[in-house]
């Protein structure tokens, strides 16, 4: 019938773009993962700020403000990212999508296959996004309310504007991918959709050019990184540096690692040896998408290692922030008549008269005094008397006695101002719970973001390298030769990477204290503590992600070991 032929034809590209998905869910599925999780996060960030707390509760305002920064940097990150993620995708799929074309399907159709494709996955990703972010927002927020000390028991409210920006993103993000994928398709005939998937690439011209290029500037980035001082360029120079040394690292890796396996390929007695002879031509054949991914695992392992470290540093670092900026909880001036400095008995009989009244009100409120002291100040502040002290007891009482001792020492002779720090130390405590909340949250996307270039990076390179190693096989290569090959050559491009990132650790140590710095942390041997450990433990984790991907990559590239 007419009317059931047509229902068939409207279903029959979204049922196709379904079972693609489904056939090729070792490639999607990771790819919907890390759209869920940046999502997710993203959202939780947009629930928090369009949260009345954020305007209500006290302090709140500052940790709002880091989420809003936070927010805005992720989104950034994640769209050149979920781009790049995506090239692989659209790689592996461009072979079935010249089948389609061989077999009379048309352009315009397989634009609208792929849009469904698109669609669907918005679809699941935005909606598992929402979905979790509405399970566990409510935790996350309470432990950024326990992270920055502000109430836990505050209420916490959903809003749709969070929602609307989550959609938007990544609707975004999906259109620039879908656009480039139509692109992509659009220009190439069937047979080059066909072959295109297994395509080498051509060798980049003037390498030479490019590799100095790229010693050149690293070189600048990591002299930025140890010559920046603390002044109102700081910032630029951070970014100088990062944009310095994430331009080196990609010529380097592109047009170094071509000068190197060139010089290897030349060496008759390295490169003419089986498990030789397939690493150093398997890597000249894919050496630009090759490089890409290298850059990235490198660059997103800095990130990881330099944002953890960061993290931890302030985490153990706040007491010591705190002492640094407040000495002493409470201070007390007094100004004596027409210029006369502080000496004598006068100033002592003034310190003595508010220790009195201080042990008194102390006592009655059931706090201690610690650090008590007073001085007449001399020079630009002659004629200045100031009282400082120290309490230790719970909040309320303390906030009990310092509201009683303004009133009490403001009635005395020459009182001048009375200032307590309790707020302001709150204050601060409430902006570096926001920079924990949101280096945990970075820590862990450009963690994922590692996880994810690595599988892609096996899986790809896997269907690439299965046909080079059936046909060694064919000529003698034999399974144990060929397990050794895959062996050396995961052992060259992994830990390359690790190594760059380590390198660049190193050298970015000596900013990242200057950074800390701004915010009074001046602590290098903390910094360098924490930088120690937690490269420590991410060489571990990365080393295991690389075995775990590594299996991958042996069941696709050696079906016959």
């Known amino acids: 019938m007419p009317g059931t032929k047509t229902r068939k034809s409207v279903w029959l590209l979204p049922r196709l773009s379904l079972m693609a998905i489904r056939r090729n869910a070792a490639t999607y599925l990771p790819y919907i993962g890390v759209c869920v999780f940046a999502m997710f996060v993203f959202f939780v960030f947009g629930l928090i700020l369009h949260n009345d707390v954020v305007n209500t509760l006290p302090r709140a ?49 397989i634009g609208l296959l792929m849009f469904y494709e698109t669609l669907l996955i918005y679809v699941i990703v935005v909606v598992c996004a929402v979905v979790l972010g509405l399970l566990f927002s409510r935790l996350l927020f309470l432990f950024l309310l326990n992270l920055a000390e502000l109430p836990v028991n505050a209420s916490f409210h959903v809003s749709f504007p969070p929602v609307a920006e989550t959609f938007s993103l990544f609707g975004l993000i999906s259109l620039i991918n879908l656009g480039m994928n139509l692109y992509q398709v659009g220009k190439a005939n069937p047979v080059e959709l066909l072959g295109e998937s297994g395509k080498g690439e051509k060798e980049p011209r003037h390498i030479w050019l490019f590799s100095l290029i790229g010693a050149a500037s690293l070189g600048r980035g990591y002299w930025i990184a140890l ?35 060139r010089a290897l390929k030349r060496r008759a007695s390295f490169y003419y040896r089986p498990e030789n002879f397939v690493t150093v031509s398997g890597m000249l054949y894919r050496m630009k998408k090759n490089a890409a991914g290298l850059v990235n695992i490198c660059l997103f392992s800095t990130m990881v290692i330099i944002t953890v470290t960061c993290t931890v540093a302030v985490y153990q670092g706040i007491p010591m922030i705190l002492q640094d900026h407040y000495p002493y909880r409470i201070q007390v001036r007094f100004l004596e008549a027409a210029g006369a400095a502080w000496t004598g008995p006068r100033g002592e009989a003034v310190g003595e008269a508010v220790a009195a009244e201080a042990r008194r009100l102390a006592l009655e409120e059931g706090v201690a005094l610690l650090d008590y002291q007073s001085a007449s100040l001399e020079g630009d502040e002659a004629g200045v008397l100031q009282i400082v002290m120290n309490l ?3 909040e309320e009482a303390a906030d009990a006695f310092s509201r009683r001792l303004d009133q009490s020492v403001s009635r005395m002779p020459g009182f001048a101002s009375f200032t307590d720090n309790w707020e302001r130390m709150q204050n601060d405590v409430s902006m570096y719970g926001g920079l924990l909340f949101i280096g945990i949250a970075f820590g862990s996307i450009f963690l994922i973001c590692v996880l994810i270039a690595m599988f892609y990076k096996q899986i790809t390179e896997g269907f690439e390298d299965r046909k080079n190693f059936v046909i060694m096989h064919r000529v003698g290569l034999s399974g144990p030769e060929a397990l050794e090959t895959v062996q050396k050559q995961m052992r060259l491009v992994f830990y390359l990477p690790m190594a760059g990132a380590l390198i660049h650790t190193v050298i970015a140590l000596r900013l990242v204290n200057v950074l800390l710095g701004s915010i009074d942390l001046h602590a290098p041997w903390l910094v360098a503590g924490a930088a120690l450990a937690v490269s420590a433990v991410f060489t571990g984790v990365y080393y295991v992600c690389c075995r775990r991907t590594a299996r991958t990559y042996y069941r696709i590239a050696l079906p016959e070991r």
């Open 61 to 109: 305002a500052y940790a709002g403000m880091l989420m809003l920064m936070g927010q805005i940097l992720l989104g950034l990150v994640m769209i050149p990212f979920l781009y790049y993620t995506n090239s692989f995708l659209i790689k592996r799929r461009k072979r079935e999508l010249g089948l389609y074309r061989i077999l009379g399907m048309e352009k315009k159709h």
């Open 227 to 261: 010559t920046a001082q603390m002044n109102s360029k700081i910032f630029d120079h951070f970014f100088m540096a990062v944009f310095f040394v994430m331009l080196g690292t990609y010529f380097l890796f592109t047009s170094g690692s071509i000068l190197v396996l």
């Open 392 to 394: 230790d007891g719970n």
